[in-house]
């Protein structure tokens, strides 16, 4: 069972988090990669990687066949999954067995059981740990569903029984909407987990979503970490979690805990893993899932106990005992990790990608950034939209929450849209500091959530970085003429508005005008600009397209946007619908189409399905009126802007 190869069946931060470990114990490693991830990270980390094919994660990352061949290539005795991909996929555990491969996780028997959430619930009521009111039966007719619906009747919760990560879920609050909700969740769950098996369960209201941390070994010792709060979710996803949960007490961390020990002896359990519940308002906490391989937020739990649990899934797939029992175990200061995300959070969270222009990320003891960066990044279409983990700790709560806030305002990723503002939001609003959470409170919060709009001095910056982009070519002369400075012009335009400015070169830089306001602008660099005799935290990146026109990101004054010179052109188009015309908003495929050409159609009524980064993504209508173009077909390949429908809005407005 012992090993000192191994490879990691896994890309972006979670293959370099586990790179970093495993080289620590002086271990080989071996990264895998597809062609979109030649230049990536984790590749450059590791001591050896293999190339596994083309983009498409099914062809790469999701090929077993691929995976165990690069281990034979590489000479790899052992395999870490990660999270994602193959991690929690039975038959790839049972492959790498069969391959004479230490899988560094579970038993294919206990992933079988663990990782289908009809199967793991039926466990662990058997093993007396508590379960809400569903259905999880082999009958999956829609009828038979529908039925079940109405005995457990509204609100309820649609699952993907085979998987999770906020695939497959649908909340339905009215069972006249659950003929359609059902079909949605199928749809997304078969194709994200291969099975679309469905289970439903009763919701209940301001519930907290708390998991609690088990390690396992082979000699049947099995402790608990202590617990996380995953309440702040967005569309069932995670993006803000921390440790400990907040209000739980130690007799509550101590019944959570022994429920979950119990249920992964109950399973034959070994590895790490995490039993996740619901925590009513009330105290109670009934069980939902169990993902069996490492979470994305292990490393709150790694902050408050200084346990590395990466090291730890190696020394026990070597087959080391556990080196502490429960008691051992203790707990220090409190943790809050926000997953930073390439998406557009204030316009459905539509996922962004493309290349990293620039980007930089917050040093600092109190703060752990996990990212898979490199230069040259580019984020592809075909994954997960995770970009970075940032995870702040303090003494208490609110030290490591504003220690977070802190950190993300010092990050700044440029060219592609990302969802910082929405998680330093999130963080500073009232009830993330007060605690009062429940897995809904972000979704009730963020309806009145606004982006950050740029004021005058941003936009002074941004024309002045577009005067110095135009007057590089010409040299040190080029704002001169024979009768002194030259003033410009210029129209620009950024996050929907447009402004008119006049620029006068000075000797200390550019005097920007625009409306009232007049700003003196310096650049010492693109990362170093002073404004009015102020030096600013700021990044930004200047290209000229083959017209000469001058476009750029800025990140300033918390506000990070794109910028378009428009003097010579109209201001770039987005991708958001406008009038009647709906378009793309992401790269992604069409899922399904809910009308056709000439069907009637009212303002937020579904359109059709964008299925984009595992996820699928509905686009509703802007307006009333009526379909009169069809632009998209289900199957299309679209990207951001591309028209999918046009619609003749009443009235006749176009």
Known sequence: MTFDTLLVANRGEIACRILRTAR??????????????????HVAMADTAVAIGGGAARDTYLSIERILHACAASG??????????????ASFARACLRAGLVFVGPSPEAIETLGNKVAAKQLAARSGVACLPGYGGDQQSPDVLAREAARLGAPLMIKAAAGGGGRGIRRVDDLADFAAACAAAR???????????????RLVHLARHVEVQVLADRFGHCVHLGERDCSTQRRHQKIIEEAPAPGVTPALRASMGEAAVKLALAAGYVGAGTVEFLLDPEGGFHFLEVNTRLQVEHPVTEAVTGLDLVELQLRIARGEPLPFGQQAVRFEGHAIEARLCAEDAFDGFAPQSGPILAWRLPGSPRVRVDHELAPHAELSRHYDSMIAKLVAKGRDRDEARRRLVDALGRTSILGVGTNRDFLIACLQAPAFVESRLSTSWVDAAAVDWKPPTPGSRWQAVATALWADAQAQPHGALANWSSTGPRTMVASMASAGRTWQARITPAADGYRVAIDDSEHLVSIGGEDRIEVDGLTLRSQAHCARDPGGAVSGWLDLAGVCALFDDVSIRPPRRTARSAGGDVCATMHGQVASLAIATGDRVRAGQALLAIEAMKMQHRIDAPVDGRVIELGARVGAQVAPGTLLLRIAPDGGLA
């Not at 071996?30 to 990536?40: G, L, Q, T």
């Not at 790899?76 to 996929?89: M, R, T």
């Not at 078969?190 to 099975?195: E, L, N, P, T």
């Open 24 to 41: 620590a114990m002086g271990l080989r490693t071996v990264a895998v990669y597809s062609a979109a991830d030649r230049a990536a990270r």
């Open 76 to 89: 790899a005795q052992a395999v870490h999954p990660g999270y994602g991909f193959l991690a929690e996929n």
């Open 187 to 201: 749809g997304e769950a078969a194709a994200a987990f291969g099975s679309g098996d469905l289970l439903l369960e």
